[in-house]
C-alpha cells in the first residue's frame, strides 16, 4: 500500500536540520573522537608494532604498517558513525523520545523522518572522515589529489551503513538487542574485511566471504584513494557493491520502519 | 435525527470510520461531524477509541474502512495538505528534550517550512500566549508537568492551525495549570479556531464542549450538546443516598423511578419529579441523602458502566 515516491520529498533536509541543530551543542565532543583515534593508533601502531611487523605488501607495493592500517582507520570510522548515529540514537529518538511521532503530526512523511535521519547519519560520518583525513594528511598517511575523494565516500559508506543500521532499529523490540547486530555484523568486519591485514593472507574460502562484506569494499576504495592508486576498475567494482547495497537497504529501511511506526 | 450541522462547513466528517489491530477491533463504526468554529469532544472509558480516532483524524493511522474527510479533504490522499492547516498535541509529552525551549518552537516551524526570521516571531509570540517567555532558554526537562504542556499546546500552535487536535490535554495536572489550559482553548476558540478534544475529565468537557461524542467499544453511543444530554440521561436533579433501604428499593421500582443501585448507595435521576426529593428524605432517609445537578459523568457512568477499564 506504501506508496514511497510521492511521500519522499526534500523535506527530509528539514528533519535533518533538526538533528544538526542538535548536533552542533556537542560538536567539540563530535570532533573530539576522529581528531584523537588516529592520533591513538597511529602512535600504537607506528611505534609499538613498527619493530613487529615492519612492512606489509599489498597490490604490489610495499608500505609500512602504519601506511598500511589508516584508510582502514578512516573507513571503519565511516562505518561506526552512521551505524551507531541510526541503531542507539534513531531508536532513542524513535522508541523513548516519541520524537518521530511529533514530526508525523506535521506536513512530514515517515519515509523523509527516516530519510533525514539516514543522511544525517551519513553526515556525521562525512564529518569524521574529514577531521580523520586531515589528521593523517599532517602525518602524512593521505596522498592527494585522490584523498580528497575520501569526502564523498564518507557519504556512500555512511548511506549505507545507516539504511542497514535503520533496517535494525524498525525490527529490534529492545535497545539491548543492538549489540546482536554488533557483535555478528560489525565486529567481524571490522577485523575481517582488510583493515588490519591484506584480504589474500586468508584462506580462499574466507577471502570469497570477506568479498560480500560492504566495509571491504570501503576499506579498498579509501586505502586506494589514500595511496593515490584508485584505478576506474576498482571504483567500478567495490563503488558499484556499495552502490547496490545502499540501493537495496534503503528502501527496506523505509518500508521496515513504515511498518513499525504507521499502525 | 436533524442534522445539528445543518449550513454549516463541516471542518471534519468522519463516516462510518473503521480501525483494525490484527484481531482487535479499535474503533468499530464511528460518526461525527465538527463545524468550523466547534469545539468538539470525543469523550469515552480507556480502550474506547478515542486515540485511534485521533490518529486517524490526523492521518497517522491508516483507515481500515469508511472514510474521514478534514476540510473537506480525504486524509489519506491529502494527509500532507491536511496537516499544514492542524496543530496536534499528544497525549505523552512528546517535547524534543534534546533542545531547549525556544528551540522546540523554532525547529518545529521548520517541519512546516516557515523561514527562520517567521519561526522566531511566531516562537515569541507563543512564548508570551503561554506565560513561558521567562524560560525560554531553559531545557525541557527542567519544566514542570504544567509547563510542559503549556509548551506542547504552543508547539502545536506553530502553524497557526484551523483545527487544534487535543489528546487529553490537561491529564496529570494540577488544577491551577488545568484552568491555564482551559483559559488558553477558550481563548483560542474566540480567535475561531476548531478544537477536537478527547478527555477523561467529564467537567472538562462539559465546560468546554458545544457539542461531544461518548464512544465505547470503538462506537458512538451518544452525541450532542452537554446540557442537553445531561437532561435527557439524567435529568436536572440526582440524588444520592446512603445507605439505602429495602423500603425505598420497593418505592422506587414500584413508581417506575430511574434509579441505581451501588452496593450501600443508591442514585436516583430525579428528571421531572420535583418534589421527590422532598419525599424521600421525608419517609426513607436513613442516614446520608444528597440532591445535587445532574452531570455529564452521570451521563457517563449510566452510558458506558461502572465496571473497571483495564
Redesign the interface.
Same mark, same amino acid.
Given at each position: 500500500?506504501s506508496t514511497a515516491a510521492p511521500n519522499l520529498t526534500w523535506?527530509f533536509m528539514?528533519?535533518w536540520?533538526?538533528d544538526w541543530?542538535?548536533n552542533l551543542?556537542s560538536l567539540h565532543i563530535s570532533f573530539l573522537v576522529p581528531l584523537f583515534e588516529p592520533v591513538l593508533y597511529v602512535a600504537a601502531f607506528g611505534v609499538g608494532f613498527r619493530l613487529l611487523i615492519p612492512q606489509v605488501t599489498f597490490s604490489g607495493l610495499t608500505v609500512s604498517y602504519v601506511a598500511f592500517m589508516a584508510p582502514a582507520l578512516i573507513a571503519t570510522s565511516i562505518m561506526y558513525n552512521a551505524f551507531f548515529e541510526n541503531t542507539f540514537t534513531s531508536f532513542v529518538r524513535m522508541f523513548y523520545?516519541?520524537?518521530y511521532?511529533?514530526?508525523?503530526?506535521?506536513?512530514?512523511?515517515i519515509e523523509e523522518v527516516i530519510t533525514g535521519e539516514i543522511v544525517w547519519g551519513a553526515t556525521k560520518s562525512v564529518m569524521a572522515a574529514i577531521v580523520m583525513t586531515a589528521v593523517l594528511a599532517v602525518c602524512r598517511l593521505v596522498a592527494f589529489p585522490q584523498g580528497l575523494l575520501l569526502v564523498p565516500l564518507a557519504l556512500l559508506g555512511g548511506l549505507a551503513f545507516g539504511s542497514i543500521a535503520m533496517i535494525f532499529t524498525g525490527l529490534v523490540k529492545h535497545i539491548d538487542m543492538f549489540n546482536l547486530p554488533i557483535f555478528l555484523f560489525l565486529t567481524p568486519m571490522f577485523l575481517f574485511s582488510g583493515t588490519f591485514f591484506p584480504i589474500d593472507t586468508l584462506p580462499d574460502w574466507a577471502q570469497r566471504l570477506a568479498y560480500t562484506f560492504p566495509l571491504t569494499h570501503l576499506v579498498t576504495l579509501a586505502r586506494s584513494m589514500c595511496f593515490n592508486l584508485l584505478t576506474w576498475k576498482a571504483a567500478l567494482i567495490s563503488g558499484g557493491y556499495l552502490v547496490l547495497f545502499t540501493g537495496f537497504c534503503f528502501p527496506l529501511a523505509l518500508r521496515v520502519m513504515r511498518r513499525r511506526l504507521?499502525? | 435525527m436533524e442534522d445539528p450541522l445543518a449550513g454549516a462547513e463541516h471542518i471534519i466528517e468522519a463516516t462510518h470510520a473503521r480501525k483494525l489491530?490484527d484481531d482487535l477491533v479499535a474503533v468499530d463504526d464511528v460518526t461525527f461531524s465538527v463545524a468550523r468554529g466547534e469545539l468538539f469532544g470525543i469523550l469515552g472509558p480507556n480502550g474506547a477509541g478515542k486515540t485511534s480516532t485521533i490518529r486517524m483524524t490526523?492521518g497517522? =493511522?491508516?483507515l481500515s474502512g469508511g472514510s474521514l474527510r478534514v476540510f473537506g479533504l480525504d486524509i489519506a490522499t491529502e494527509w500532507?495538505?491536511i496537516?499544514?492547516r492542524?496543530?496536534?498535541c499528544?497525549q505523552?509529552d512528546?517535547?524534543?528534550?534534546?533542545?531547549g525551549v525556544r528551540?522546540n518552537l523554532e525547529?518545529?516551524a521548520?517541519?512546516?517550512?516557515l523561514s527562520r526570521a517567521e519561526a522566531r516571531k511566531r516562537a515569541s509570540e507563543l512564548l508570551d500566549f503561554i506565560e513561558l517567555r521567562h524560560r525560554e532558554t531553559a531545557q525541557v526537562n527542567e519544566l514542570s508537568g504544567g509547563m510542559m504542556r503549556r509548551l506542547v499546546l504552543a508547539? =502545536?500552535l506553530i502553524?497557526e492551525p484551523e483545527l487544534l487536535i487535543l489528546d487529553e490535554p490537561t491529564t496529570g495536572l494540577d488544577p491551577q495549570s488545568r484552568h491555564q489550559v482551559w483559559d488558553r482553548l477558550t481563548t483560542l476558540k474566540e480567535r475561531g479556531v476548531s478544537i477536537l478534544l478527547t478527555t477523561h475529565y467529564m467537567e472538562e468537557a462539559a465546560r468546554l464542549c458545544d457539542r461531544l461524542v461518548i464512544i465505547d467499544h470503538g462506537r458512538v453511543l451518544v452525541e450532542g450538546k452537554p446540557r442537553d444530554l445531561v437532561a435527557q440521561y439524567v435529568g436536572s436533579q440526582v440524588i444520592e443516598m446512603a445507605p439505602v433501604s429495602d423500603a425505598m428499593r420497593e418505592f422506587a421500582q414500584a413508581r417506575g423511578l430511574d434509579h441505581e443501585v451501588l452496593g450501600t448507595r443508591m442514585i436516583l435521576y430525579c428528571k421531572d419529579h420535583e418534589d421527590l426529593f422532598r419525599i424521600v428524605t421525608e419517609r426513607y432517609c436513613q442516614g446520608n441523602c444528597t440532591l445535587r445537578m445532574g452531570t455529564l459523568e452521570d451521563v457517563f457512568l449510566k452510558l458506558t458502566g461502572r465496571e473497571l477499564r483495564e
Open positions: 500500500m523535506r528539514r528533519v536540520r533538526r541543530i542538535v551543542k523520545q516519541k520524537t511521532d511529533a514530526m508525523l503530526a506535521t506536513p512530514l512523511s504507521i499502525k | 489491530y490526523y497517522a =493511522s491508516p500532507r495538505a496537516r499544514e492542524i496543530g496536534v499528544h505523552d512528546n517535547l524534543d528534550t534534546d533542545m528551540e525547529v518545529f521548520g517541519f512546516f517550512g508547539r =502545536s502553524n
